[in-house]
Nanobody
Framework: QVQLVESGGGLVQAGDSLRLSCVAS????????MGWFRQAPGPGKEREFV??????????DYTDSVKGRFTISTDDAKNAVYLQMNSLKPEDTAIYYC???????????????WGQGTQVTVAS
């Protein structure tokens, strides 16, 4: 089993920046890729893909709505993955989850491990 622990959420103003961190207890074939997802408040809101990165070659994938504003990165020595979020908008408000998968994927059901989530609130 792999434990993922996120941190770094909070309340910010629109236009501000925030960096989320996720530390994995270990790396296995099932978390060769680390992703960030988010789930906005409200009924019917599904967990949506935000970004992903591969440990091996740092290949990345981003959903269109965050391209140019968010950057995903890793620190191999710390087994950590980060999500630097700039130019935050109120619509970025959500619970952000770190997750691990065996390969670069977007569907959440392809991810084996999940963190507990961290709240990001962007005030207008």
């Amino acid at each position: 089993q792999v434990q993922l622990v996120e941190s770094g959420g909070g309340l910010v103003q629109a236009g501000d920046s925030l960096r989320l961190s996720c530390v994995a207890s270990r790396r296995t074939f099932r978390n060769r890729v680390m992703g960030w997802f988010r789930q906005a408040p409200g009924p019917g809101k599904e967990r949506e893909f935000v970004a992903a990165i591969a440990w091996s070659d740092s290949a990345t994938d981003y959903t269109d709505s965050v391209k140019g504003r968010f950057t995903i990165s890793t620190d191999d020595a710390k087994n950590a993955v980060y999500l630097q979020m700039n130019s935050l908008k109120p619509e970025d408000t959500a619970i952000y989850y770190c997750a691990g998968a065996g390969r670069m994927e977007r569907p959440s059901n392809q991810y084996f491990y999940w963190g507990q989530g961290t709240q990001v609130t962007v005030a207008s």
